[in-house]
């Protein structure tokens, strides 16, 4: 795997001047958290304005009319499909929003990782032993677990026998039958977009269809 290293596609098209009707801020490799009726998906913001964004994916975008924009920050947008072109798609804000705010990430909290709520079991190899958890949660840094095990801080461990390829972690906290695992070696972005479009939604890996054609 390689370091945390952000990984954007190429072949930006430039967006015409019917498909904006507010001035925009272009945001160049800004990740961000698309929510779908099929899961939680990586995306880049392009560009913002008042009446909507434009997102580049890592794959096709999910198709559904019910859509919500998460940044870094935590802060959500309820979006709608207008166009797609490629891995490139435009939406359109449900409600006002302040443009200012988008492009700083603005919001209750500070930001960070993006963390992706995706839940599959895995098999944890350690010294002495192994037991199987489920993941709850993941970045391109680590994971939340809960197992019914009992896993020191520090512990090095190996998330083996579950559908992330093998990656060695350590134990940053416990609480209860939950814990907070950082990966020795990081995901880039693209490698955490794709796995996670194919843990919860495999077809959109088959092609830059997914958000539907431009309207």
Known sequence: ?????????????????????????????????????????????????????????????????????????????????????????????????????????????????????????VELAFLGGRMRAQVVNLSQQGARIECDGLLAIDQPLRLCSGPLPEVRARVRWRQGREYGLVFDDTFSLSQLAVFAAGAQCPDLLAGPTGVGQRR
Do not use: N
Request: proline fraction near 6%.
């Open 1 to 121: 795997m390689e370091l945390g290293r952000i990984e954007v596609p190429e072949e930006v098209h430039p967006v015409s001047a019917e498909e904006r009707d507010a001035p925009r801020f272009t945001l160049l490799i800004r990740a961000a958290k698309l929510i779908a009726a099929q899961g939680e998906f990586v995306c880049v913001i392009r560009d913002v304005s008042q009446s909507g964004v434009s997102l580049r994916g890592f794959h096709a975008l999910p198709v559904s009319d019910s859509l919500w924009l998460e940044l870094q920050s935590g802060e959500r947008y309820a979006i709608r499909p207008v166009w797609s072109r490629g891995l490139e798609a435009g939406f359109r804000f449900l409600h006002p929003v302040e443009v200012g705010a988008v492009v700083a990430e603005a919001g209750r909290f500070p930001r960070r990782q993006l963390r992706l709520a995706i839940s599959f079991g």
